[in-house]
């Protein structure tokens, strides 16, 4: 083999380890870094594994949250309006946009209890805006409803712009 | 009949790129041909930006009869914003990417007399050819100047509020200069592969383009990071977040791209791989495009329901990415020419740099696309988050901040090992830095000391070699004062990193009126909430006293705003901003008995962050200002002749 050749053999066969290497650790850490989202059905049949972050969401249940007196504790149900509710304690601020009757997302874990304990709390800025992963169950609910829902959420409206 | 101006322009404008496209393409060596390229250009130019002009002049008209208008705007919103939301969503926004592609065609045309003629006609014919994709985009799938007529609405829906701020205002202009600016290097590698001359030649003079496009870029980025950080009232600057990823994607390969684009020019060598990213980095912008504009990030239904816009990206992207990559498997082998360098050479840590920045792209697209590709397969939804993201560019950043300590102190082609001893030294002195700033700051994280040690490292192996070229006497060539801000540029940025996300300090708390609470040494006091009016909105607006251990005590006012015409509510933040930290409030919503949930954050050094991106993006523009790019002459003095003239 001439010494061109096998420069360019060389070449191919370290830019070939390397990418197999850097797919392999891709999977991998996406792999453990991954929150899969559960719907309420999902969650009340308890399909969430324990102490494991995961993302979860519905609407809030009209009259169900409970506000602490000394804390910033918070607590509420969410439901997908065909039967599925199930709580969820949060400490912390809660979004412009969080109500009774929004649509949001919640992530954290489920404890033993069957509450989800909400480390964050998503509800994005806009009246008309409902999370991504929430839109099935909608579409299910109010199956008009979709067309007419403008999807800007912060970020949205700010890729709008971009 | 304004609206309708601006309508006919674009379609006219649109025909003109058309036959820009077809006699740029045509190769054709007639004189009168190659000349009306360029005053074609001009042309499209001037009614693109008529049309733009139509699109402003129904935003500050409030002609709430053009659909767009309606929707986004409102006839309380002050002027400024009333302009400023002509980009404020999808089809204007996309207007505005067709100026600026008009634009960077016709500053194109005002250099040149300085390339062959053959050459730039058809880097002239590509862009256009691009241009004509983007004005069918938004004429059969996005045209803004659609009429609401009979129904028109008596007032507009109002912009999104958190679009009516001053970082919107320039935000978008600058992305997309940088976004649409990557355009000019890929005409320039897509022409050279068509001309068959790939050299140091062709690489200078893509150099200046690139620079820009990539400073632009960088600018953009920096300003959408700043904005999020006090408009969206969460405190954080980076959220990994898809629509952010779109735009890192193509920073990231435009970096690669003007490193290599400089081993190209000075060697002569990487031929391939230069013409490679300038298709890359473009590809990555019209991905971005496709991400953010399909409506495949709300999910891959609503993407489904309404594909047209989504499809037509996706086919125009296929068509770019196909063509100009099936050009470049058949006619870039032809360029290679074999240059050889030893492992301590310049050339080999340029190799590293673009390995790193490859890998960090892969890591972005993989993060960006694998929750999509998830949904497309499964129907089921994950999320990846911050962590996973980190964990790839902790390591990268750190690896890419050795390889530029050292480079100052390479050579082309070999540098012997004894020429690196001054590295060792200042390797030292960093060290020594690195360890007392872990015992003033953080006795528990390494790698946030291993992070200042080595951004501690690159400033002064820079310096000292700019001490060195001083004490000699030799004028400094702008590209190398460029090389050298931009580089201290990312040691900041990196060192703000670091101690930003590691230092900071933030609690959500539970205030009542004049409460207080410790906040890095400071006091916090609530004073309590008052009632303001804007123009648009009305807002309740939290007092806060500040009290430093040290100097005196300032006010920090917070806004919960409730716009009028769309009743969205938004967190304006309080931030006393400074060089070494700030300290930022905002307010939560209302709870018992007149108290509040506040959010509360000391942020050291979140500064630097965008300090430094800011330095990249002054150092590329300086680089440009290098007299070589200057003296440009044309290869082949025998075709100046038609384009200087016209």
Not at chain 2, 21 to 33: D, F, I, K, M, P
Not at chain 2, 159 to 188: E, S
Request: proline content about 5%.
């Amino acid at each position: 083999m001439n010494p061109k050749r096998k420069q360019r053999l060389y070449l191919t066969v370290f830019l070939l380890l390397v990418s197999a290497g850097v797919t392999g650790l891709l999977i991998l850490v996406s792999g453990e870094n991954m929150n899969m989202f559960y719907p309420p059905a999902d969650v009340v049949a308890g399909k969430i594994p324990p102490e494991q972050k995961v993302r979860a969401g519905g609407m809030v249940l009209d009259g169900s949250v409970v506000r602490s007196e000394t804390s910033l504790a918070v607590e509420f149900q969410l439901t997908d309006h065909k039967g599925a509710v199930f709580p969820v304690a949060y400490s912390g601020i809660l979004p412009d946009l969080f109500r009774e009757g929004q649509g949001i997302l919640v992530e954290g874990e489920m404890d033993a209890q069957g509450v989800f304990q909400a480390e964050e709390v998503l509800a994005k800025h806009d009246e008309n805006y409902m999370p991504p992963e929430l839109l099935d169950i909608d579409m299910q609910a109010k199956p008009n409803a979709y067309k007419a829902m403008p999807s800007i959420d912060p970020r949205a409206a700010k890729g709008d712009a971009l | 009949m304004i609206p309708e101006l601006g309508h006919f322009s674009l379609v006219i404008a649109g025909v003109l790129s058309l036959f820009t496209a077809l006699v740029g393409l045509s190769g054709s060596r007639n004189s009168l041909l190659q000349r009306s390229v360029v005053s074609m250009t001009v042309g499209q130019f001037a009614l693109t930006l008529l049309s733009f002009s139509a699109l402003v002049w129904s935003f500050a008209t409030d002609d709430f009869s053009v659909a767009y208008v309606a929707n986004n705007s409102n006839s309380l919103m002050p002027w400024y914003y009333k302009v400023s939301a002509t980009w404020g969503a999808h089809e204007g926004s996309f207007l505005l990417w067709i100026l600026i592609t008009s634009g960077w065609m016709l500053a194109l045309c005002l250099r040149g007399h300085q390339y062959p003629t053959s050459f730039f006609t058809k880097v002239l014919g590509i862009m256009a050819l691009l241009n004509l994709g983007f004005i069918c985009f938004s004429l059969f799938t996005s045209n803004p100047f659609l009429r609401l007529i009979p129904m028109t609405p008596v007032d507009g829906a109002d912009l999104n509020p958190l679009l009516q701020d001053f970082g919107l205002i320039v935000h978008p202009p600058l992305l997309y200069m940088g976004y649409v600016g990557l355009a000019v290097p890929f005409a320039f590698a897509v022409a050279g592969l068509l001309e068959g001359q790939v050299d140091s030649a062709w690489a200078r003079w893509s150099r200046t383009w690139t620079n820009m496009a990539w400073a632009f870029l960088t600018a953009g980025i920096t300003l959408g990071s700043w904005w999020a950080y006090y408009e969206l009232g969460w405190g954080g600057w980076w959220f990994w977040d898809p629509v952010e990823n779109a735009s890192f994607m193509p920073w990231l390969a435009a970096t690669a791209l003007v490193h290599s684009l400089s081993v190209t020019e000075k060697r002569g060598t990487f031929k391939s791989w230069t013409l490679l990213l300038a298709i890359t980095g473009f590809s990555f912008s019209l991905l971005g495009a496709f991400i953010v504009r399909s409506g495949v990030l709300t999910s891959v239904h609503s993407f489904a329901v309404d594909p047209e816009r989504g499809m037509y990206i996706l086919i125009f992207l296929a068509l770019v990415v196909g063509g100009s990559l099936t050009l470049y498997a058949l006619r870039a082998g032809q360029n290679s020419t074999q240059v050889a360098y030893s492992f301590l050479s310049r050339e080999f840590f340029m190799l590293i740099n673009n390995l790193i920045l490859i890998v960090a792209l892969a890591v972005v697209l993989w993060g960006t696309m694998a929750p999509i590709g998830y949904e497309a397969v499964t129907g089921g939804r994950i999320s990846i988050g911050t962590p996973f993201f980190n964990r790839f560019f902790v390591p990268l950043g750190l690896v890419l901040a050795i390889a530029l300590a050292v480079l100052p102190l390479l050579n082309w082609k070999r540098t012997k090992a004894e020429a690196l001893r001054p590295a060792g030294i200042s390797l030292l002195i960093a060290a020594v830095f690195a360890v007392l700033i872990w015992f003033v700051l953080d006795p528990t994280s390494v790698v946030v000391a291993t992070a200042v040690g080595l951004g501690a490292w690159v400033v002064i192996s820079h310096g000292a070699d700019l001490y060195k070229r001083l004490r000699k006497g030799t004028t400094l060539p702008m590209a190398y004062v460029g090389m050298t801000l931009a580089h201290v540029g990312f040691s900041v940025c990196m060192i703000g990193i670091a101690i930003t996300a590691t230092q900071s300090e933030e609690s959500d708390v539970r205030m009542a009126p004049q409460g207080s609470v410790m906040l890095a040494g400071q006091r916090v006091t609530f004073l309590g909430v008052v009632e303001v009016q804007g123009p648009n909105y009305s807002a309740q607006q939290g007092v806060f006293l500040v009290e430093p251990e040290s100097t005196g005590s300032y006010e920090l006012r917070a806004e919960k705003r409730r716009y009028f015409a769309g009743n969205n509510v938004m967190t304006e933040a309080g931030i006393q901003a400074g060089l070494l930290a700030d300290t930022y409030v905002s307010l939560g919503e209302p709870l018992a008995d007149g108290a509040w949930a506040v959010r509360l954050h000391y942020k050291p050094l979140v500064r630097w962050v965008w300090l430094g991106a800011l330095l990249m993006a002054l150092g590329g523009i300086i680089a440009i200002f290098d007299r070589r790019y200057r003296s440009l002459r044309v290869r082949d003095t025998k075709v100046i002749g038609a384009v200087a003239q016209s």
